[in-house]
Structures are given as structure tokens and as C-alpha cells.
Nanobody, 124 residues
Framework: QVQLVESGGGLVQAGGSLRLSCAAS????????MAWFRQAPGKEREFVAY???????YYADSVKDRFTISRDNAKSTVYLQMHSLKPQDTAVYHC??????????????????WGQGTQVTVSS
């Protein structure tokens, strides 16, 4: 089991930036593949970004070139740096953890561990 706590959300104007953090505890963080998902009101949870145990990164097309996922194994923390934010990025952002695998990392049901989420609101 991995316990996850997100922080860093808030209200920002379109074009602005935010950095989200997700602190992990429990299972060895360095063994985990880590992801960010988001869920807007009335919509399904969607994949945002994934970083594997070797720090290879993968992104949804909607955030590619604007968002950067990174990890600090010494701090057991994963980050999501967001630039050029758009109103359509407004959502609750959740981090998720699982045993690292290249398979199905965009599928939310493949993650047994979730944080409580942090709200990101982008005003136009």
C-alpha cells in the first residue's frame, strides 16, 4: 500500500503556471510507477501523465508540451509542472501509484493507490 497526499492546486489565470506535488509513503517509492489523472465536473477521470521507475515519461496529447511530470525518489515525491494553463485544464487532479509497468498506464482502474486530489481552477 502507498499513501499519497497531493498539494499545490489553486486558482490561476489562463496562461499561468502551477506545480502540483504528491508525497508518497508506505511501499518503496522507487519501485512505483506514478501517474497524474484529472476529473472535471460531470466528466470521467482522464489520464494526464505517467513516469516510470526509470523516469521515462508519457503524456496525454492534451497536455503534451505544456505539462512536465518528474519525480524525486529521495523525497518520495512526484511533481506535475503545468504551464500555459487553459480553462479546460480545470479539474481535480489526483496522483496515483502502482507497481511500475509499461502496460495500461493510462487506465485508472490499474492503480490501487490514490490521493485525495487537489483542485486546479483556470479562469479565462
Amino acid at each position: 500500500q502507498v499513501q499519497l497526499v497531493e498539494s499545490g492546486g489553486g486558482l490561476v489565470q489562463a496562461g499561468g503556471s502551477l506545480r502540483l506535488s504528491c508525497a508518497a509513503s508506505g511501499r518503496t517509492f522507487s519501485d512505483c510507477g506514478m501517474a497524474w489523472f484529472r476529473q472535471a465536473p460531470g466528466k470521467e477521470r482522464e489520464f494526464v501523465a505517467y513516469i516510470d521507475r526509470n523516469s521515462r515519461t508519457y503524456y496525454a496529447d492534451s497536455v503534451k508540451d505544456r505539462f512536465t511530470i518528474s519525480r524525486d525518489n529521495a523525497k518520495s515525491t512526484v511533481y506535475l509542472q503545468m504551464h500555459s494553463l487553459k480553462p479546460q485544464d480545470t479539474a481535480v487532479y489526483h496522483c496515483a501509484a502502482r507497481i511500475d509497468s509499461i502496460l495500461a498506464f493510462t487506465i485508472s482502474n490499474s492503480y490501487p493507490n490514490w490521493g485525495q486530489g487537489t483542485q486546479v481552477t483556470v479562469s479565462s
